[in-house]
């Protein structure tokens, strides 16, 4: 999808990135608006908006590319630790719409938040309840 598309162009070329790490299912390179040093994106070398729509050999890849670099990442920037975070949907804060994971390099006492939600408290039936919602809509797809 290039042209239309920001990560695709920087799959093929016409856009500069920052690469780290390439082969034929993914590209990582860093962010270029880094939440914390070493902030890196792990793209799909397919266009797809989310997660759901990406090929299966695809999908799977990014996970064992996570694996792969983020200690590399981590060593070099003095990273103690690291989140995993796919923003899949605009509601969920997806800005670019070429699905992506994004490696985030954490150091104790950095005050980063990833997850800014306010936490509630469910009872156990309710839980029971949207449990058997959930595997229900799941039977039906
Ligand atoms: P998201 O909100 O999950 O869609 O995240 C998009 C991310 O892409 C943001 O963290 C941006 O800083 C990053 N970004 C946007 N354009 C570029 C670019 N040309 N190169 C590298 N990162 C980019
Ligand atoms: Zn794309």
């Given at each position: 999808m290039e042209g239309g598309c920001i990560f695709c162009d920087i799959i093929s070329g016409r856009l500069p990135a920052v690469k780290l790490y390439e082969d034929s299912?993914?590209?990582?390179?860093?962010?270029?608006?880094?939440?914390?040093?070493?902030?890196?994106?792990?793209?799909?070398?397919?266009?797809?908006?989310?997660?759901?729509?990406?090929?299966e050999a695809y999908r799977s890849r990014l996970l064992s590319t996570v694996a792969r670099v983020a200690p590399a990442i981590?060593?070099?920037?003095?990273?103690?630790?690291?989140?995993?975070?796919?923003?899949?949907?605009?509601?969920?804060?997806?800005?670019?719409?070429?699905?992506?994971?994004?490696?985030?390099?954490?150091?104790?006492?950095?005050?980063?938040?990833?997850?800014?939600?306010?936490?509630?408290?469910p009872g156990w039936e309710e839980l029971k309840a949207l449990g058997e919602r959930i595997r229900a809509a799941m039977r039906a797809s």
């Open positions: 299912y993914v590209v990582v390179f860093l962010d270029i608006c880094p939440a914390s040093p070493g902030h890196a994106l792990v793209v799909p070398k397919y266009h797809a908006e989310s997660l759901e729509d990406l090929p981590l060593r070099a920037v003095g990273g103690e630790a690291y989140n995993v975070l796919i923003n899949n949907g605009r509601p969920a804060g997806q800005e670019i719409m070429h699905v992506h994971l994004h490696i985030v390099p954490r150091r104790t006492g950095d005050g980063c938040k990833t997850l800014y939600c306010r936490r509630t408290k």
